[in-house]
C-alpha cells in the first residue's frame, strides 16, 4: 500500500487552497486516494478561513484518468463508511459537493469515470483545449459508482446525461462545454492563469457571503443521498461480472491504463467489439 500524497496541497492564503493531483502514469483514482481524499475533504471543511479551492494535475495529459480497474476491491469493498453512512467512495464526492469553499476543477487533459465523477463533485469546471471527458462504465459492462446519472440529468438534462452514460464515448472540450459539462473553455496556455485569477476575486470576498450564497444555490440543485447510495450499490453489483471479462481484457491488451494506448482514445476502444 503506497502511503505516497496524491492530494499535494499549497495553502495559497488562509483563503485560497491549491490541490494537485499525481498517482503515476496517467493519475489512476484508487483506494489510497479514496482514503487521501477522505482526509483532504475532512481538512477543507475544518479551515475556518478557506474561501475557494481550485483542483488540478501534475500530469497535462491526465487530469484523473479513471478507477484503478486493477484495484484490490477486496479492499474497496470492506471500507468503513464516511459520515454520511455511505461507502466513501460515495461519501467523498457527496461530502466535496457540500463543502463551504467553492471548489474549481481546472481541468487539462483526460477526466474519464471517476475523473468525471470527481469534477463533476466539484462547483465549477473550467477545461483547456486538450481535455476529455466522459463516463466509459457502460462500454465496459458496469454501471458508474459516483452518481454522475443524477450530477449530469441536473446539470445538462436528461437526454445529454443518457448521451453521455449510455453512449459511453468521449466528450472533447468544446463538445462539454456546449452542453454544460463544463463551464467554459479557455485558449491553449490560458487555463492556470485565468482560474487562479478567478480564484483569487472569490478569495477575496467575504467567506460567509459566499458560503451562504453557494448554500442558496445548492438547494436548488441538490442531489440526494439516496441517488449515490443506490449508484456505487449499483457498480458494486455491476462491476467485474465475469460476461464482460472478454471486454475488460481486450482493452487491457490494447493498452488501457498505459500512456500511449487504449487510454488516448478510449471512447472508440470500449466500442471495438474485436
Known amino acids: 500500500m503506497s502511503t505516497d500524497a496524491q492530494f499535494q496541497v499549497d495553502e495559497v492564503e488562509p483563503s485560497y487552497w491549491r490541490v494537485t493531483f499525481t498517482n503515476g502514469d ?16 475532512t481538512r477543507i471543511e475544518q479551515a475556518p478561513d478557506l474561501t475557494v479551492v481550485v483542483f488540478q494535475s501534475s500530469n497535462p495529459d491526465f487530469f484523473m484518468a479513471h478507477w484503478d480497474l486493477k484495484s484490490d476491491m477486496a479492499r474497496v469493498t470492506a471500507m468503513q463508511p ?4 455511505l461507502h466513501p467512495y460515495a461519501d467523498n464526492f457527496i461530502r466535496l459537493s457540500r463543502v463551504p469553499a467553492v471548489t474549481i476543477s481546472a481541468i487539462n ?23 476529455i471527458l466522459g463516463q466509459f462504465e457502460v462500454g465496459t459492462g458496469s454501471v ?4 454522475p446519472m443524477g450530477r449530469l440529468t441536473r446539470l445538462v438534462g436528461r437526454g445529454r446525461a443518457m448521451e453521455i452514460i449510455l453512449g459511453a464515448d468521449d466528450f472533447t472540450a468544446d463538445q462539454a462545454a456546449a452542453y454544460g459539462y463544463v463551464n467554459r473553455v479557455l485558449p491553449a496556455g490560458e487555463l492556470d492563469d ?23 444555490l445548492d438547494a436548488g440543485a441538490q442531489v440526494p443521498d439516496e441517488e449515490s447510495a443506490a449508484s456505487i450499490a449499483t457498480f458494486f453489483r455491476t462491476a467485474g461480472r465475469p460476461e464482460n471479462a472478454g471486454r475488460v ?16 482514445d478510449l471512447g472508440r476502444q470500449v466500442a471495438e467489439r474485436a
Not at 464516511?82 to 453512512?85: K, V
Not at 487533459?109 to 481535455?131: H, K
Not at 458508474?144 to 452518481?147: F, H, L, S, V
Open 194 to 216: 485565468f482560474v487562479d485569477s478567478f480564484a483569487r476575486r472569490i478569495a477575496g470576498f467575504d467567506k460567509v457571503a459566499v458560503s451562504q450564497a453557494k448554500a442558496l
Open 82 to 85: 464516511g459520515p454520511t453512512g
Open 26 to 41: 496517467i493519475n489512476l483514482y484508487d483506494p489510497d486516494g479514496i482514503e487521501q481524499l477522505a482526509d483532504l475533504v
Open 109 to 131: 487533459g483526460r477526466a474519464r469515470g471517476a475523473g468525471s465523477e470527481f469534477v463533476l463533485a466539484t462547483d465549477i469546471r473550467f477545461a483547456g483545449p486538450q481535455a
Open 144 to 147: 458508474p459508482g459516483g452518481n
Open 249 to 264: 481484457r481486450r482493452l487491457f491488451e490494447r493498452g488501457l491504463q498505459r500512456p500511449d494506448g487504449a487510454e488516448l
